[in-house]
DNA sequence: CCGCATCCACCGTGATACTG
DNA sequence: CAGTATCACGGTGGATGCGG
């Protein structure tokens, strides 16, 4: 021992891998409020993400649909009629992640005040309070 | 009913704003790194941090810790001394926070195999096959 | 109606070097 | 030991226009 960097580095952070791994497809402006939206109306059309959800851009819903759908968190359904019709909804996994995440919300709304404070607080000590 | 233009995306999506909120400051690759691994240290210092986190940087180190400090999840404790000392350590809002994430990795621990199928699959039916 | 392609701006991240 | 400063790069996201 003692020799120093075996590469595993703490025990505890085995477990930080695959939670980056969600993090990571759950990053990104837009795919909380893809998810959500899909969960709460259950089955969920194309130009609905875009009612449904202020700012999105195309491009930005096309990319998050795709990567989600890509992750098997979303199916896409194809509708060949005139004009075109597609419905997206939830796998069984991306509910369970979504009920999961209603916890996290839930931790949100409890400190986002504490949170809020500690960040003027922060701001107002340590910002270059004019150093002439 | 069938008019349903208003501006008001809809109900689910308010609930999403203190979620991302949660996920912007826990976004970065090293941010849960390092609340997971105070957390399970209790206390910990910088040089314990760079040990402790295969290829982080001082940079990202610090950028990290003093975003989590700003935002009222770590504590930092400064001795003057020579050579100096820092300490960090969870806040109790922190605590609390990654009792909640770990709720997440269960998830992932669970699905992540799903999704690495669901990726693979995704890729070889999507991928360009060879566009001649 | 649904989606892709292109161009461009921003910022999180990393490498390196310096300091109290 | 515990940072800070500077530079460079790549991924993410926005705007716009075309296509099935």
Same mark, same amino acid.
């Not at 402006?29 to 969920?44: D, H, P, Q, R, S």
């Not at 700012?55 to 990567?67: A, E, H, K, V």
């Given at each position: 021992?003692?020799? !120093?960097?075996?590469?595993?580095?703490?025990?505890?952070?085995?477990?930080?891998?695959?939670?980056?791994e969600v993090?990571?497809?759950?990053?990104?402006?837009?795919?909380?409020?893809?998810?959500?939206?899909?969960?709460?109306?259950?089955?969920?059309?194309?130009?609905?993400?875009?009612?449904?959800?202020?700012?999105?851009?195309?491009?930005?819903?096309?990319?998050?649909?795709?990567?989600?759908?890509?992750?098997?968190?979303?199916?896409?359904?194809?509708?060949?009629?005139?004009?075109?019709?597609?419905?997206?909804?939830?796998?069984?996994?991306?509910?369970?992640?979504?009920?999961?995440?209603?916890?996290?919300?839930?931790?949100?709304? !409890?400190?986002?005040?504490?949170?809020?404070?500690? !960040?003027?607080?922060?701001?107002?000590?340590?910002?270059?309070p004019r150093?002439?």
């Amino acid at each position: 021992m003692s020799q !120093r960097n075996t590469r595993v580095p703490h025990e505890a952070l085995g477990e930080i891998c695959p939670l980056n791994e969600v993090l990571d497809r759950v990053s990104g402006k837009w795919a909380i409020g893809v998810l959500t939206l899909t969960g709460a109306e259950g089955v969920v059309r194309f130009t609905e993400y875009e009612r449904g959800i202020p700012d999105i851009s195309r491009r930005m819903l096309t990319l998050t649909l795709r990567n989600l759908e890509r992750d098997g968190l979303l199916t896409r359904t194809v509708y060949p009629t005139v004009p075109p019709k597609t419905e997206y909804r939830l796998t069984e996994a991306a509910h369970e992640l979504t009920e999961t995440l209603s916890l996290l919300t839930d931790w949100a709304k !409890r400190h986002q005040a504490h949170v809020h404070v500690s !960040r003027t607080e922060y701001d107002a000590t340590h910002a270059a309070p004019r150093p002439s």
